[in-house]
């Protein structure tokens, strides 16, 4: 390996080349069409500071959209002889332009570049994920809907405690998905400033346009410090995981209540065929696998964070090379929880509810509190109220039975099973949506611009 960026100072043997890039080509073949972007725009910033003559930036701007386009294609790919995304780019130019390709890299570091290729790949993921999310909220809160008035126990201790219904249960994860969309804002956020220009972390003696080359690539802004963009290396990418990692926690919650809730002890939902798997042995099982494997993927994304967490939590100020093995983390992070919000869309909608199963599970018991409440609004203190109906089912009285509308009506709080805010949550849903795609629209445009209008959806 002798063609390298840094080529000037010498090659590596074998074995050290070897393992300093690791399989750092595999995960940049995700980053070549971020890099290729990128060089777009910092070509235009070299044009605006008169770097580059406008002939230059012409053919430098028509050779980089063909190989985006052929990146797209599956034309150009990173082979063994390159050792990053960055020297395959400038090869490709190289090998068409001759001592043109070789301005490209004046004014930046690989360090800015790899943080801006990390940064739109990832914003462009967040995107997708907070649709995703939006998406199963979208289910879960049409199947809350469906069965709202399906009345079951809710558990505490895994004891029965109070009457629930499924659309109270349904209704929390679309509401649980939500408050996931925070931490995924925050983390878009965080991502959505340029690296380009921070160089190394020092800056360089160029007056580079460092807000033109944001706008180009469809960034919010700048991160102003040079030294504070390279501190962030190593740091967004666990707030990402951290992000990520509350939707894992809640789709291995919502997957695990599906396991327990579908099985023979307690019946009140039934996997379908669909989305259900045999046994070699025993003809009549059929296993809840999808939702099995994705309480485990939840589990996935602890191991990620820890160790993007290890790599980066104890390195001091500027780059260093162990920021390089976070980045396959990072993205096996988007992947699997990706995979997950499309199985959980797909899956929750086709769960059927057995109402019967549900009713038998409602014993007299569980009416207690509706009973001691009963006598509070009676005029009894509730102390008073709750020691006598205790030592009552002591001796085996039970509380007077209530109908399912009973029970719910008597429930009309915010929140509360009568009560569960369902287009107050859809009306959120909307929202975000309409958000979410004035944000994409603004990010695809610029990037199509960028790649003239050749580019479309990366």
């Known amino acids: 390996m002798t063609d390298t960026l840094w080529g000037g100072r010498g090659s590596l043997p074998a074995l050290v080349a070897a393992y300093t890039v690791g399989d750092d080509r595999i ?5 070549l069409p971020w890099d290729i972007l990128g060089t777009l725009a910092h070509v235009e910033g070299l044009a605006a500071i008169g770097v580059l003559t406008a002939a ?7 050779a980089l959209r063909r190989a985006l386009s052929e990146s797209r294609a599956g034309g150009f790919s990173i082979s063994a ?23 490209v890299h004046a004014g930046r570091s690989r360090n800015d570049q790899v943080l801006a290729d990390l940064r739109l790949f990832s914003k462009d993921r967040l995107l997708t994920v907070n649709g995703a999310v ?37 209704a929390s994860f679309a509401e649980l998905l939500l408050d996931d969309l925070v931490p995924l804002q925050a983390a878009l956020e965080l991502v959505d400033r340029s690296p380009l220009g921070s160089a190394a972390g020092f800056g360089v003696p160029l007056p580079l346009e460092r807000e033109l080359v944001a ?11 040079a030294a504070a963009v390279q501190g962030s290396r190593g740091k967004f990418e666990v707030v990402i995981l951290s992000a990520l990692w509350t939707v894992a926690y809640d789709l291995g919650k919502l997957a695990w209540d599906v396991i327990l809730f579908s099985s023979e002890e307690f019946g009140f939902l039934r996997v379908p065929e669909e989305l259900a798997t045999g046994s070699s042995i025993m003809p009549h099982k059929r296993n809840p696998d999808v939702f099995e494997l994705t309480r485990a993927r939840a589990g996935m994304l602890d191991g990620l964070l820890a160790q993007a967490m290890a790599v980066a939590g104890r390195l001091p100020s500027g780059y260093h090379r162990d920021l390089q093995l976070s980045k396959g983390v990072l993205m096996r992070g988007f992947d699997v929880v990706e995979e997950m919000l499309a199985m959980m869309t797909h899956a929750v909608p086709l769960l059927a509810v057995e109402r019967a199963a549900c009713a038998r599970a409602l014993t007299p018991e569980m009416l207690a509190t509706d009973e001691v409440l009963r006598r509070v609004r009676q005029g009894q203190s509730f102390r008073h109220a709750y020691r006598e109906l205790a030592e009552q089912l002591r001796r085996g009285v039970m509380p007077p039975p209530l ?6 009506a008597a ?20 929202q975000r949506r309409r ?7 603004a990010f695809d445009g610029a990037l199509e611009r960028l790649a003239g209008r050749a580019g479309g959806k990366r």
């Open 27 to 31: 995960w940049d073949q995700r980053l």
């Open 56 to 62: 230059q930036t012409r053919t430098l701007r028509a």
């Open 81 to 103: 002889d390159d050792e990053d995304v960055h020297t395959a780019v400038e090869r490709r130019l190289v090998g068409r332009l001759g001592e043109l390709g070789e301005r």
């Open 134 to 170: 939006l998406d199963l909220a979208g289910s879960c809160t049409a199947f809350a809907k469906q069965h709202r008035d399906v009345v079951f126990p809710g558990y505490t201790h895994q004891r029965r405690a109070m009457p629930s219904t499924i659309g109270l249960w349904a």
């Open 215 to 225: 706008s180009h690539l469809g960034f919010a802004g700048v991160q102003g410090n």
């Open 403 to 408: 109908t399912p509308r009973q029970i719910l």
């Open 411 to 430: 429930r009309t709080s915010t929140g509360s099973p009568g009560n569960l805010g369902l287009s107050r949550v859809a009306r959120t849903i909307a």
């Open 435 to 441: 958000e979410l795609a004035r944000r994409r629209r």
